[in-house]
């Protein structure tokens, strides 16, 4: 078990979820890496990257789709000429 499944588990435990809903899959961690990435490198400010994906976090946590969402955290990215070109 990795760290992010083990702090998961923890997290769900003081919630009183099931830890399983918390588990980030490995596509689910290159996508997330990826746009904290494109947060960071278009936004000129690194500490974007782990606000974007708390904001994600919650639009997942309320219904949104991951994909749907990355698509439009790179389409704003590419709007301003500033993204990055992957979708």
Same mark, same amino acid.
């Given at each position: 078990?990795?760290?992010?499944?083990?702090?998961?588990? @923890?997290?769900? $435990?003081?919630?009183?979820?099931?830890?399983?809903? #918390?588990? =980030?899959?490995?596509?689910? /961690?290159?996508?997330? *890496?990826?746009?904290?990435?494109?947060?960071a490198h278009?936004?000129?400010? @690194?500490?974007? $990257?782990?606000?974007?994906?708390?904001?994600?976090? #919650?639009? =997942?946590?309320?219904?949104? /789709?991951?994909?749907? *969402?990355?698509?439009t955290v790179?389409?704003?990215?590419?709007?301003?000429?500033?993204?990055?070109?992957?979708?």
């Open positions: 078990m990795n760290w992010l499944q083990q702090i998961s588990e @923890r997290i769900a $435990a003081v919630c009183g979820q099931d830890s399983a809903a #918390l588990f =980030v899959t490995p596509d689910q /961690a290159r996508e997330l *890496l990826e746009l904290a990435g494109v947060a278009t936004s000129g400010n @690194r500490t974007n $990257a782990p606000l974007l994906c708390y904001v994600l976090g #919650l639009a =997942v946590g309320r219904g949104a /789709a991951l994909s749907e *969402l990355a698509k790179r389409e704003a990215a590419n709007a301003n000429g500033l993204g990055s070109s992957k979708s």
